[in-house]
């Protein structure tokens, strides 16, 4: 069996909590406290740390990670679906049920995206209400907010 390691990076929006293996990452999640630690983290959980500074610092768009978050089939179907929506866009809850094959089922993906357990990498983020309106995020609509101005070019990246 793969051990379970953990990091912690600070963000200007809070404190994540990686977890993952040596070979793929399994969760990115906000904690409430502050916590710091890289020393003797396999390279997947450095490589992971790596990219998500380079994306708070502007300077990286697309995540190249090994991913294996843990959910159902049909929530593994909707975070497959995030990760094709592109840097600074949004889509609604609409649209990803209809990427899905079936516009009835936007409930279901609206609670699979809520249970994303990889946030920022599978940018759940990005899907927003079908009126614009921002609605529903694990870590806060604040954060939401935060990192949608990020990928528009709107948040100041002076920390």
């Known amino acids: 069996m793969n051990q379970i390691h953990k990091a912690y990076l600070e963000t200007p929006i809070g404190t994540l909590e990686i977890t993952g293996s040596h070979a793929v990452i ?3 999640t906000f904690i409430d406290e502050q ?3 890289l020393s003797k983290v396999p390279a997947s959980l450095k490589q992971c740390v790596k990219q998500l500074n380079e994306y708070f610092s502007g300077k990286r768009k697309k995540f190249e990670l090994q ?3 843990n959910g159902t089939t049909f929530q593994r179907h909707v975070w497959d679906e995030l990760l094709n929506i592109p840097y600074g866009k ?3 809850y609409l649209h990803v049920a209809h990427q899905l094959g079936d516009e009835k089922k936007i409930r279901a993906a609206a609670s699979a995206n809520g249970k994303n357990p990889i946030g920022i990498i599978i940018p759940c983020h ?3 209400g079908s009126n614009g309106e921002l609605v529903g ?3 806060g609509l604040w954060r939401k907010q935060w990192l949608l101005d990020l990928e528009s070019g709107q948040q100041s990246l002076l920390l």
């Open 26 to 28: 399994f969760s990115v």
């Open 35 to 37: 916590r710091m630690g």
């Open 67 to 69: 991913l294996q978050p």
């Open 90 to 92: 949004t889509v609604s």
């Open 126 to 128: 990005r899907v927003i």
């Open 137 to 139: 995020y694990a870590g």
